[in-house]
């Protein structure tokens, strides 16, 4: 079994199928010679991703594999040969399957070993991927998602002339969206949140970004609770302030009430 894997060449569908097929018979210790077979880290990163991507994999094969694969991903995450973006990949579809493989603590250690390697559209998909998929497991790494939030507006504050300033800016909105599915949980970083995104609101340029960083302060708006505005009111620097006093005078009059996801 284990040289007809080899010999076939992970890279291939061929292989991949029949890694796959082989997976829903192993045996305890067929699985643990096929994940010891992947002495380097790109036959091990093909092999992770085969099972990660093999949507009808049974329970009972699940659940053999999920040792060996925990493993595997965080080896993956901490591998200095494998690429930025073969690990953004991997992560990516790890934690946007519908079903993880994986406990939610290696997802949550991945995600933090590649927030800590690369900021960027990539990193922050998989973050916005996780909040996504993990609606409730999610919530136990508010402080997690919200230092990933900040990291990525620094970005944008540092970087605002490159195109991807923009897909940051839109993930940044999408994110906040997405916090509004559990508005108890949020409510309390909230105005933190948003206060990190005026004060980048105001040290940018870029229109499309301003646009879309404040449909994202709109968000967080509909998820704070009232005395938090006098909060960031007593508490924004001037400018920032005088900017808030704005959004929050439109989103009254244009958002609030007329049911719009802005």
Not at 15 to 44: H, N, P, W, Y
Not at 90 to 119: D, H, Q, R, Y
Not at 196 to 214: A, F, G, H, R, Y
Not at 222 to 238: G, Q
Request: aromatic share 6%.
């Amino acid at each position: 079994i284990f040289t007809h894997i080899f010999s076939g060449n992970l890279t291939t569908p061929e292989g991949s199928v029949f890694i796959s097929k082989s997976m829903r018979t192993a045996t305890v210790t067929e699985v643990e010679k096929i994940f010891d077979e992947c002495s380097d880290c790109q036959s091990l990163y093909q092999l992770a991703n085969i099972l990660i991507s093999d949507i009808n994999l049974p329970e009972n094969a699940k659940a053999l594999v999920k040792p060996y694969l925990e493993k595997a991903v965080l080896a993956l995450a901490l591998e200095p040969e494998l690429k930025l973006a073969q690990k953004q990949d991997l992560i990516e579809k790890l934690v946007c399957s519908n079903a993880s493989l994986v406990s939610g603590s290696v997802e949550t250690t991945a995600l933090s070993l590649l927030l800590s390697e690369g900021l960027g559209q990539r990193t922050l998909t998989c973050l916005v991927g996780f909040l996504a998929t993990r609606t409730t497991l999610s919530t136990r790494h508010i402080p997690f998602l919200c230092s990933a939030a900040r990291q990525h507006l620094s970005f944008i504050i540092n970087h605002p002339e490159i195109e991807e300033a923009v897909k940051i800016a839109i993930l940044i909105e999408k994110m906040t969206s997405l916090t509004k599915r559990k508005k108890e949980d949020w409510a309390n970083v909230a105005p933190y949140l948003l206060a990190d995104i005026l004060n980048t609101i105001i040290s940018l340029e870029q229109p499309k970004v301003k646009q879309m960083l404040t449909s994202a302060a709109y968000n967080l708006l509909d998820i704070c609770v009232s005395h938090s505005h006098e909060y960031l009111a007593a508490n924004l620097p001037t400018a920032t302030n005088e900017m808030f006093k704005v959004i929050l005078q439109n989103y009254r009059a244009n958002v609030k009430f007329t049911g719009r996801n802005v």
